[in-house]
Structure formats: C-alpha cells, structure tokens
C-alpha cells in the first residue's frame, strides 16, 4: 500500500488511526482518534505513541515489527490525555513509500471500551453468583447436617419410645408378681398368730415396698411421651432420680447427695428432666471407670447470687460433680454440641450434654460446665424459678428509672422489628442508642466514636458473626459490657456473657442493663455486692454475731435489697444489749452520723449513753470509727475490723466490730447496725487494728 493510498483511507476511516515516523512518534492523527482521545492532533504531533498504552512493551514490540515489514494486532488498555480509561483493537502496519524503506507506519483503533466494560460486568456478575451459590451450598450442607441430625434424633427418640413400651409392659407384669407378693407378706404378717418367720416377712415387706418403689420411678422413666411441662418439686424429684442413678452406678463409685429441702419447684416436663439427669450421670460414670464420687446436688439461686451469664431472676441449680478424668480444653469447647463425642460408636451418641443445653434452653435457664484434666467436671443446670401455680417468680426489686439513662449503647439486631422494638426501649429509658443491622454497619458507626458504653448483640446476625464484632469490640474497650440476644437454641454461646432469648422480658432487660453498667442503687443488693460482703465471714470470731450475719445476708438473699431497721428486732434482737444503730445523714462534703441507740453494754463500756450523739470521720474516738467504715458500708457491702480500745486507767481491750448497711430508703444506705463484742488486750488474732486512746 502506498503512502497515497494510505493517507486516502486515513481520512475516510470510522475508526481511530494514526501515523507514525521510523521512530514511533506520531506524525497525524484524524478526527475520530482525536476525539476518543479527547487532544487536538497538534497536542499529540510528536508524542511518542507507545507511551499511551500499559504496558507500553506491547506497543513498542509492535512498532518495531513495523519497522521489518510485519503487521501486528493486539488489545490493550490505554489513557486519554485527560485520564480516561480506555480499550483499543489495534492493528499496527508498515506502510512502504519508493523502495524498500517504509516511509510511514500506521495505526487503526477501534474503541473497544463499552465491550470490555460489559465482559467485566459480566465478570463481575458471574463472581458475585459463584459467592452467592458458594454461601448457598454452605447454608444446604449445614440444613442437610441439620436434617441428618433431626433425622438420627428422631430414631432415637423411636427406639427410646419402643424401649419405653417394652419396658413398661415388663414393668406391668412385675407390678402383678409384686401384688401377688405384697399379698402374701400381709397375710402372713396380720393372720393374728405369731410365727418364727415373722421377722423374714417383715423384711420381705421392706424389700417389696422398695421394688414398688422403682417398678414405678422405671414406669414414669419409660414414659418419654409426657413432654408437656408442670410444676416439679426439684428436691423430691432429686431424691427419687437418685434411687435410679445409684443403679447406673458400679460398687466402686460413691453416690453423694446435697439436697435443699427448701428448694423451689420449675416448670418443666419431667420425663425430659429426668433423662437428662440421667445422661449427665452416665456420662460422670463413663469418666470415672471404676471408682470415684459423684455427687447429685439441688439448691436456690437467688437472683443477687445468681452467674453474671444469667437474666436476672431466681433459679433452682442442679449440679452434677465427678472426680473423673476430666476434660481438655479443646473437648470442653465443643461440649454440648449435638452427636460430638469422645466415646466409641456404641457407648455413646452425643446426645446426652446437647440435650441438657437444648432443655435448659427451652426454659430459659442455662447449662455452665467446668472441667480440669485429671480433677474432674463439674456440669450446672440452671432452671427458672416457678409458683405451685407454673408462672415465674422473681425476687427482683423496682429500681428508680433515674438511674437509667446517660450512656451509649450499640443495639447490633438483624430484625428490623425486633431492633425498632428495642431501641425504643431504650431510648425511653433515656439511652443513646447506635443501630445497626449488620457488623460491617456496626463498625463503620463506631468508628467515629471515641466510646460506647454497653453492647447488645444479636448472635445470629450476619450468619453468626455477632461474637465476632463482639471480641472487636473487646479488643478496642477491655471492660465494654456485653449482653447477647438469640432467637434459637444455639450451643457455641459464650460462656461467661449474658444471653436473653427471644422474646424478652422488658423489665427483665432494663435491670441487667443496670446491673452491667454497675448502676444497681446501693439498697438493692446484688451479686457482687453479696460475694463482698461474704469475705467477712470467716474473720467473725464469735458464734453469735457471725449467725447475724448469716441471717442478714439471707434476708438480702431473699428479698434482693438491704433490710430496714425494723429487722434488727425481729431478727438480731438478743444482740441489741452490744450494738448501736447509727443513721446515716448525708451531708455536703461528707456524710454525718448519729446515733440512735446503743446498747447497755455498750454505754457501760463507754462510760455515757451516746443515744443522739453526732459522730464524724475525725479519729480517736470508738464510736467515730464509725465513718471509715461508712465508705464500705455505703455500697451495700457488709464491714469488719477488729480495734484496740483503752478507756481511761482501765487496761486495753479489743473488740471485733461487725457493721451492717441497713436502708429505709430506696436507693441509699441510711442506717448502719454495728454489733461489737468485747474481749482482753491480750487477744492475738489475725487482723487490722485501730488503736484508741
């Protein structure tokens, strides 16, 4: 082709074309390249043309074929002289003049920019479906996982219903021996005449009663249809299981019993009850081989002595302990889960330890397991509190709602209506409230934010990466309260938080939110405040003051706040002759006290009555004492010391003081109950002493 020729087609052409020098630099450029390149042909006239492309080896690869008489074609990316993105077909030519020598070299360009830009939306489409199918097969292997487990768990509910049937038919005709049996031992015991075998009857009755006894305890066992939940009295039903686990149980391990014959009924199907029991003790039997102790305990829980994993409210606590091999970490965690197991195919399904988690779960209660490799494991099985009529009670005292509000909180809540519900509620309550329905939004709001105050978090949100964001954020704040919500049964909770099953208790939820940000009014004991005031205990020589103490705190324990002063009379009245009551007036620097009675013994000692005396914090004086203390005592919090009093002339004696926060109030301490008991200088118990002159 002829330079002529060339020049012709450079004109007329559609597409973008250029020429080019022996050098590569460009000679011309028409229209439709100037305009695709956004320049003006005298601003690109002498540019070097390989420059424009990435990579630019391409091109230059291409003019040098050009420069032995070879055509190239390629595609590749290439910018605009303003900076635009742009894709080109590009054929590259020799174009000869006279001789040999080519004169030019030209360079057509079709914009190709839309068809790429299409093939990387479809790219990008066809990318976004493989993650969409790959989280698809995840969701399918983890419901077809589901089904196989539903699927194993409903046959062996089957077998358990068959084994049920066959064991209460054996149970039937034994009942029949035994009736038989039990006729013929009252026969022989009341025919009114006197035999030599008469004490044999008397122990065949004995045994008779007891195969009753269990003959019926199998029959409720192989009933595994009662599902429906009722009022249980969980001490009566701890002592009949019991009868059952002794059975389970080979000679050398011992079987101990820690009951709570005051302990309150729950809500709950018994069957169910029962097999759990019964699986969490085989499994202790499993790990104890051939010797070791297990033992079966039931107590309350008050709501002030109850886990920092628990909703505030009372609960009855089962518990299990075995001094068996214990569990590794790497077992402990998986714990619970549903068909995992250490044991061997046929002695065990891994059914038992999920199905408590699954029971405690329906009722709102909890499971808590604590194991150590070569001590043992302990498994707590916390269930609700009920009246004999099946509704919860709860021993929880109204707070003032001043105490709410003034913090920030981060509601993390997949729901959108449950999330409107909530954060409502706390904006009612006064909170600020940060909303979002997926981690990635939880972290872009929080980023701007220098400090939160407490995080609700639901742990089914975004597939379950709640406790993900959760440990973020415990990363970030240390000491960043936490309270989860779920609306399954889920067993990989964490351990030691507060988790609320859906739906949840409004004023239930308001008083953990107080709880967690440490706001509990001091009248209001909780459990913290309770295990601090319990260290004191073991310090108190004296019988008679430590059982007041132990009455005061279940006074506490019971009504979950401080008692009033009134309880002094009717719980400490044989103490009134050595104690005072001091009644607390809060004052603007520091609060004053003054004393509303002292005892005879006490004023004796003293040499005056100090009824009405007003007493500060200024030392030297016993009954000014009394303020150093206040700063314990203020909070709620049981105080105890021992001091070194000398009065006058008289030899130096020490006493031991126990003082008790007491409030007539709603949110303050306003009384303190000190009972002092009086002993010789010569005392050398461990302690701090004041020395008062």
């Not at 409210?313 to 068909?339: C, I, K, Q, W």
């Not at 065990?348 to 604590?370: H, K």
């Not at 904006?427 to 609700?456: F, K, M, N």
Request: include cysteine.
């Amino acid at each position: 082709m002829s330079a002529a020729l060339a020049l012709a087609l450079w004109h007329a052409s559609d597409d973008g074309v250029v020429t080019l020098d022996h050098d590569g630099l460009i000679q011309h450029a028409n229209a439709t390249w100037c305009r695709v390149m956004a320049a003006s042909e005298a601003e690109v006239i002498g540019r070097r043309w390989s420059d424009l492309w990435s990579p630019d080896a391409l091109a230059q690869r291409a003019v040098a074929r050009a420069r032995d008489d070879l055509p190239t074609r390629f595609s590749a990316p290439c910018v605009s002289l303003t900076g635009s993105a742009l894709w080109f077909d590009v054929l590259v030519a020799p174009v000869p003049a006279d001789g040999d020598t080519p004169a030019a070299i030209v360079v057509r360009s079709v914009d190709i920019t839309a068809r790429k830009q299409a093939e990387s939306d479809l790219e990008k489409r066809l990318a976004d479906k493989e993650a969409a199918l790959a989280v698809l097969l995840g969701q399918l292997a983890q419901q077809s996982k589901r089904i196989a487990a539903a699927t194993a768990r409903t046959v062996h509910t089957e077998k358990l219903r068959l084994l049920g049937h066959f064991v209460g038919n054996i149970v039937h005709d034994m009942n029949n021996v035994l009736l038989v049996l039990s006729g013929a031992v009252d026969t022989l015991l009341h025919d009114g005449r006197r035999s030599a075998h008469n004490e044999t009857a008397q122990h065949l009755e004995l045994a008779l009663r007891r195969g009753k006894r269990l003959v019926r305890q199998l029959l409720n066992l192989s009933r595994i249809e009662d599902t429906e939940p009722h009022v249980v009295a969980a001490a009566e039903f701890i002592r009949n299981t019991s009868d059952l686990v002794r059975h389970m149980l080979p000679g050398g391990i011992e079987l101990r019993m820690e009951i709570d014959p005051n302990c309150w009924p729950v809500l709950i199907s018994e069957a169910r009850l029962q097999a759990v029991i019964l699986n969490l003790a085989a499994n202790a039997r499993d790990a104890m081989a051939e010797s070791g102790t297990l033992t079966l305990a039931v107590k309350n829980c008050y709501a002030v002595e109850r886990p920092p994993a628990l909703a505030p409210g009372d609960y009855v606590h089962f518990s299990l302990r075995d001094t068996g091999v214990g569990m590794p970490p790497n077992v402990l965690a998986r714990a619970g889960e549903a068909y995992f197991t250490t044991k061997d195919p046929e002695k065990g399904t891994g059914l038992g330890l999920s199905s408590a988690f699954e029971l405690a779960a329906q009722c709102g209660g909890r499971v808590m397991i604590a194991s150590e490799v070569g001590i043992g494991t302990t498994i707590d099985l916390y269930l609700p509190r009920t009246g004999t009529d099946g509704r919860r009670v709860m021993s929880l005292k109204t707070v003032d709602p001043s105490a709410h509000g003034n913090a920030a909180i981060l509601l993390l809540e997949g729901d959108e209506m449950v999330r409107a519900h909530l954060a409502a509620l706390l904006r009612h309550l006064g909170y600020q409230v940060i909303e979002a329905a997926e981690t990635g939004l939880a972290t872009a709001l929080l980023s701007g934010v220098d400090r939160i105050d407490l995080a609700c978090i639901d742990l089914q949100v975004d597939r379950g990466l709640g406790p993900t964001l959760a440990s973020e954020l415990r990363e970030r704040w240390p000491s960043l309260p936490l309270i989860f919500t779920t609306g399954a049964a889920p067993i990989a909770i964490p351990q030691d938080e507060l988790v609320f099953r859906k739906p949840i208790s409004e004023p239930v939820f308001a008083r953990a939110i107080l709880e967690k940000l440490g706001r509990m009014p001091a009248s209001v004991t909780t459990a913290e405040t309770l295990r601090l005031s319990a260290r004191v205990r073991d310090k108190i020589r004296s019988d008679t003051v430590r059982s007041a103490f132990d009455t005061w705190r279940g006074w506490c324990n019971e009504q979950g706040r401080l008692p009033t002063p009134t309880w002094i009379r009717q719980a400490a009245a044989e103490l009134l002759h050595t104690s005072c009551l001091v009644m607390v007036e809060p004052g603007q620097v520091a609060p004053t006290f003054r004393i509303v009675f002292a005892g005879p013994s006490l004023s004796e000692r003293l040499g005056r009555v100090p009824d009405g005396q007003t007493v500060s914090d200024a030392a030297g004086e016993l009954m000014n004492l009394m303020a150093a203390a206040y700063h314990r005592a203020a909070r709620g919090i049981a105080h105890f010391d021992y001091a070194r009093i000398r009065l006058g002339a008289q030899p130096s004696l020490i006493f031991e003081r126990l003082i008790l926060p007491l409030s007539e109030a709603q949110d303050n301490v306003t009384h303190l109950f000190a009972i002092i008991s009086f002993a010789d200088g010569a005392f050398s118990g461990e302690g701090h002493f004041h020395d008062i002159d």
